[in-house]
């Protein structure tokens, strides 16, 4: 009986949380202009509108060059904030490490108002440069865990031995090193592309004026009105921030096989 409860509270719990996302999904393909059961009808007629909506493709595309530019700087960052972390030993290294990662422990909100008032200090006004250190700021810690994990399990024995045969310190970490973290790096820089383009809570207070990414621009047309290209666009966020986790970790795990 008590086995038989917690299923059913399990599914209960997981039919809550999925089914907003599931009537977002089956809602867009709706032909009816306003979403309703049952749908009138199955049509791509939404997606063909977002499509030509210049505001969401202007929004689409500062999204997604800001998350490129946010993984490529998080990722890197975070090889050698990683490399420094498990093979060498300095002062002040458990500080350091707890600072690096202090962000996955600060709600976002805070973070956010922390970093506007910073920069209002030194007399910053808000800009691309600022949302990308924030995003920067909020990816970087999940890419340090991810390496920082794969490293560990890295014998350093490969490493002494290409420094013994000859090899410096840069030609072991390109040869040796890197290729046995190449799935930790592709799954973290997947990780911090898709937390900086779902990112609104704190891309709200760093965004400079007339600047708008996918997520602010959804909140504000659900400000203004409930539109059907919302539901579409809603699609496309679940598919992006779902898919390319999912990608990230099937792929991380095909090639750590490849390399055993």
Same mark, same amino acid.
């Given at each position: 009986?008590?086995?038989?409860?917690?299923?059913?509270?399990?599914?209960?719990? #997981?039919?809550?949380?999925?089914?907003?996302?599931?009537?977002?999904?089956?809602?867009?393909?709706?032909?009816?202009?306003?979403?309703?059961?049952?749908?009138?009808?199955?049509?791509?007629?939404?997606?063909?509108?977002?499509?030509?909506?210049? *505001?969401?493709?202007? *929004?689409?595309?500062?999204?997604?060059?800001?998350?490129?530019?946010?993984?490529?700087?998080?990722?890197?960052?975070?090889?050698?904030? @990683?490399? *420094?972390?498990?093979? #060498?030993?300095?002062?002040?290294?458990?500080?350091?490490?707890?600072?690096?990662?202090?962000?996955?422990?600060?709600?976002?909100?805070?973070?956010?108002?922390?970093? %506007? %008032?910073?920069?209002?200090?030194? @007399?910053?006004?808000?800009?691309?440069?600022?949302?990308?250190?924030?995003?920067?700021?909020?990816?970087?810690?999940?890419?340090?865990?991810?390496?920082?994990?794969?490293?560990?399990?890295?014998?350093?024995? #490969?490493?002494?031995?290409?420094?013994?045969?000859?090899?410096?310190?840069?030609?072991?970490?390109?040869?040796?090193?890197?290729? &046995?973290?190449?799935?930790?790096?592709?799954?973290? @820089? &997947?990780?911090?592309?898709?937390?900086?383009?779902?990112?609104?809570?704190?891309?709200?207070?760093?965004?400079?004026?007339?600047?708008?990414?996918?997520?602010?621009?959804?909140?504000?047309? &659900?400000?203004?009105?409930?539109?059907?290209?919302?539901?579409?666009?809603?699609?496309?966020?679940? %598919?992006?921030?779902?898919? &390319?986790?999912?990608?990230?970790?099937?792929?991380?795990?095909?090639? *750590?096989?490849?390399?055993?």
């Amino acid at each position: 009986m008590g086995a038989a409860a917690i299923k059913a509270f399990t599914a209960f719990v #997981y039919v809550f949380m999925f089914a907003p996302i599931a009537v977002v999904v089956l809602l867009s393909f709706n032909s009816a202009q306003f979403g309703s059961f049952p749908i009138e009808g199955f049509s791509l007629r939404w997606f063909e509108e977002l499509a030509n909506n210049a *505001a969401i493709v202007r *929004a689409f595309q500062t999204s997604l060059w800001l998350a490129v530019v946010t993984a490529v700087i998080s990722t890197t960052v975070g090889i050698l904030a @990683s490399l *420094a972390l498990v093979r #060498y030993n300095f002062p002040g290294k458990s500080w350091i490490n707890t600072l690096l990662l202090s962000p996955i422990m600060i709600p976002e909100t805070v973070l956010g108002v922390g970093l %506007l %008032l910073f920069m209002l200090w030194l @007399s910053q006004p808000r800009s691309f440069a600022v949302l990308m250190l924030g995003h920067v700021l909020v990816s970087l810690p999940y890419v340090i865990l991810v390496v920082q994990a794969r490293l560990m399990g890295i014998k350093r024995v #490969y490493e002494e031995a290409a420094l013994s045969l000859g090899a410096n310190r840069i030609q072991t970490f390109f040869a040796i090193t890197f290729p &046995l973290l190449l799935p930790a790096v592709f799954a973290g @820089s &997947l990780f911090a592309f898709t937390i900086s383009f779902d990112n609104i809570t704190a891309t709200i207070f760093w965004r400079p004026p007339g600047t708008e990414t996918v997520p602010t621009q959804i909140y504000g047309m &659900l400000r203004n009105s409930i539109s059907p290209e919302i539901n579409a666009l809603g699609t496309v966020m679940i %598919l992006i921030t779902v898919g &390319l986790p999912l990608v990230a970790g099937a792929l991380a795990r095909y090639f *750590a096989r490849n390399r055993e």
